[in-house]
């Protein structure tokens, strides 16, 4: 999927852009792509995780203003992990985990949006 953004780009990282000669939409794009469950998950020495870590925080700042089912969070997430880990220790192979974790999160995202056209719905 490709979109066009607006973002206000401090000077901090335009700086560091222009020093080290960086498109910044090259910088965010290695983001964008880098931000993975899957991957973080099924590469827990891998050194791409730092995308998924600031995601990770920004979930644990901010969980008071984020309208999300936590029941369904926990019920998707406990069978992610659960499936990584099983496949992690049959084979040490990271694809099948990375794989299986895809799936399940689009399971989960089928889910959320079920969940939230429900609630549109019985709201009417």
Known sequence: METNIEVNLPVDFTTLCTIYQIKPETLIQLFINSLSFPCFYSNPMGSSRWATYLFL?????????????????????????????????????????????RKIMAQWLKAVLAERTKYITDNL
Do not use: H, M
């Open 57 to 101: 925080d920004y979930l644990d700042n901010e969980e008071t203003v984020l309208e999300v089912d936590s029941e369904l969070e926990e019920q998707y997430l406990t069978l992610f992990n659960r499936k990584i880990l099983e496949l992690l220790e049959q084979n040490g192979d990271t694809r099948p985990s990375e794989e299986a974790g």
